[in-house]
């Protein structure tokens, strides 16, 4: 399933601050977890990317239960979309032919294994900043589903 | 017993949140509310659509945790995490929150911040963020 180019642009805005989203992870006994999340990127169309600085619980969710949702949060602009699908962990390390749901991961980390040097978070307000952009992997979703979260139709299968 | 500051309300009422639910089993759903309304130490309330009550009334009956990630701005600048149980009276949700946790990410993610005493929860807030809430 391939993300418009409407939500490719909504989730990966160049300077002007970027998007931010939140993700959702849950225990596999049912205990979400709700995360603000800076640095994320579309990748190939149809997978979602977001750096991860040291997540924790959410790791240890996706360790045991491989899935998620991402939710816009800023700037929306009528751009109420909720995306859900298979999520993992990608980080250095791995099998070097490992792959998830079709993306390999040394492909995935060569290109954003390094977001410090690839988007440098200069246009982030200093005080909500980073010290230093330390980057263990990246949070990795294949879109299986996008549903609006706008109040008057939410849960509304959009793709 | 968990109390949330001015400045944590400030943001939740000011902007709502992003409602983490899910099945027992562990399937994720999110919805979003704008707003919020914090009573006492730590109720949270939000009036949902009928649209948004019919997405998550199965999973809250079946498995009444969930996780709030304060909405729009808040999703950075708030970098807050309530987690806690909820229950449904008609299309209100009300969320009592347990636990609270610091978002920001780095060295703090996932620190735990209502298991310290209040003054230094507050003391925390104001030496991490110079607001107290979202702009006007």
New interface residues.
Partial sequence: MKLTDEMKDALMIIGAGGAVVHLTTCSADGKPNTVGERFVAVWKDEYILIADMFAQKTRLNLMENPIGVITIAHPVKGRTWAFRGPTTMLQEGLPPDFEFHGAKAKDVLDEWGNWAEKEPPSEVPPDIRPPRLVQRGVMFMKVDEVYSYDASEAGKRIL | MTKLTPRMRNWLEGLGA?????????????????SAKVEGDNIVKFQ??E??V??VKQNISE?P?????????????A?Y?F?GVARLESTTLIVEVKEIYC?K???E??LRLDTLPYENIVKFESTR??DTGPPK
């Fill in positions: 992003h409602i983490g639910t899910a099945t027992k089993k562990g399937f994720p759903t999110t919805i979003v509310v704008e949902l659509s649209a948004q019919a997405q498995n945790q969930v996780a709030l990630g304060p909405g729009g701005l808040g999703s950075i600048r970098a995490q987690k978002t990410p780095g060295p993610a996932a963020w110079r």
